[in-house]
């Protein structure tokens, strides 16, 4: 991923270093879920007569269940009643408040019982109307922008130009990625103390430049290590014998070879010593 940076005079360099699209799809499914929320919630809000329905209303839902606007609800009821002038008829209508709940509580409560912490966290990318909420393409672009990750202190940029000039150098190596052997961390060694240099044994450099050999024209693969002209030992000649006389030569594997004999190759039973 190719790093993007913004400065200016006021701000110091920062660096992009992941998209983090998987943060991305997260939030948009969350922001969706909170307007389709808030798009139940607006038409139940206008019955209660208490005005606009906005971002307050809707964060009270989702941290309250509703109860600011329930009080506000009462209290409004209060307002209304006083203007009657029997006291019989004022507390009758006070009482038919207070016991017949809304049907916007009801699904205010059942919105708080759902959410989580995400879910009021991005409640602030929302824009909310009076018949709901929408994600302008400003919240969008800001949700967006929230969810990458920058690097703005300087000795971590630093290190991040350092690790973009081993990217570009291995990219080189490797012709730019279309000959990047898939065990090419063989073609380094790593020292006791972390150190890491060129296998003493050498590279088969001839790989890293395509160049075919008489092995791979055979359909043999070829390795990244070092030709090596060192001969192979021929296997070790034993007498195979049968009752005693001796049938003929056989040329069968060292069983001394201590590497055969860790994988129990080839390993004598015990009735063979």
Same mark, same amino acid.
């Given at each position: 991923?190719?790093?993007?940076?913004?400065?200016?005079?006021?701000?110091?360099?920062?660096?992009?270093?992941?998209?983090?699209?998987?943060?991305?799809?997260?939030?948009?499914?969350?922001?969706?879920?909170?307007?389709?929320?808030?798009?139940?919630?607006?038409?139940?809000?206008?019955?209660?007569?208490?005005?606009?329905?906005?971002?307050?209303?809707?964060? +009270?839902? $989702?941290k309250t269940?509703?109860?600011?606007?329930?009080?506000? #609800?009462? +209290?409004?009821?209060?307002?209304?009643?006083?203007?009657?002038?029997?006291?019989? *008829?004022?507390?009758?209508?006070?009482?038919?408040?207070?016991?017949?709940? =809304? =049907?916007?509580?009801?699904?205010?409560?059942?919105?708080?019982?759902?959410?989580?912490?995400?879910?009021?966290? #991005?409640?602030? #990318?929302?824009?909310?109307?009076?018949?709901?909420?929408?994600?302008?393409?400003?919240?969008?672009?800001?949700?967006?922008?929230?969810?990458?990750? $920058?690097?703005?202190?300087?000795?971590?940029?630093?290190? $991040?130009?350092?690790?973009?000039?081993?990217v570009n150098?291995?990219?080189?190596?490797?012709?730019?990625?279309?000959?990047?052997? *898939?065990?090419?961390?063989?073609?380094?060694?790593?020292?006791?103390?972390?150190?890491?240099?060129?296998?003493? +044994?050498?590279?088969? $450099?001839?790989?890293?430049?395509?160049?075919?050999?008489?092995?791979?024209?055979?359909?043999?693969l070829q390795?990244?290590?070092?030709?090596?002209?060192?001969?192979?030992? =021929?296997?070790?000649?034993?007498?195979?014998?049968?009752?005693?006389?001796?049938?003929?030569?056989?040329?069968?594997?060292?069983?001394?070879?201590?590497?055969?004999?860790?994988?129990?190759?080839?390993?004598?039973?015990?009735?063979?010593?």
């Amino acid at each position: 991923m190719k790093a993007q940076k913004k400065t200016s005079s006021t701000h110091p360099e920062r660096i992009l270093i992941s998209e983090r699209k998987d943060k991305q799809r997260r939030a948009k499914e969350i922001t969706q879920r909170i307007m389709e929320a808030a798009g139940q919630l607006a038409p139940l809000y206008a019955a209660l007569d208490l005005g606009a329905f906005d971002r307050t209303t809707l964060a +009270d839902a $989702y941290k309250t269940g509703g109860q600011l606007t329930h009080r506000r #609800y009462l +209290d409004h009821a209060k307002a209304e009643a006083v203007k009657i002038e029997s006291v019989v *008829l004022r507390h009758s209508i006070l009482a038919s408040f207070e016991a017949n709940t =809304p =049907p916007y509580f009801a699904k205010a409560k059942e919105i708080q019982a759902n959410a989580g912490m995400d879910d009021r966290y #991005y409640l602030g #990318y929302i824009t909310v109307t009076d018949s709901g909420a929408i994600l302008t393409n400003e919240d969008a672009e800001r949700l967006v922008d929230d969810c990458r990750e $920058y690097i703005t202190d300087p000795e971590l940029i630093a290190k $991040y130009r350092q690790h973009e000039a081993a990217v570009n150098a291995l990219n080189a190596l490797f012709e730019d990625g279309r000959a990047m052997p *898939l065990p090419w961390f063989s073609i380094f060694a790593v020292d006791g103390n972390g150190k890491i240099s060129i296998p003493e +044994d050498g590279v088969n $450099y001839a790989y890293l430049l395509h160049k075919r050999t008489e092995a791979e024209a055979t359909g043999k693969l070829q390795s990244l290590e070092a030709p090596t002209t060192e001969k192979q030992q =021929p296997p070790r000649q034993q007498n195979r014998k049968e009752n005693g006389v001796i049938k003929g030569i056989t040329k069968e594997p060292d069983r001394t070879d201590p590497a055969r004999l860790r994988h129990n190759k080839d390993r004598p039973s015990p009735d063979a010593i």
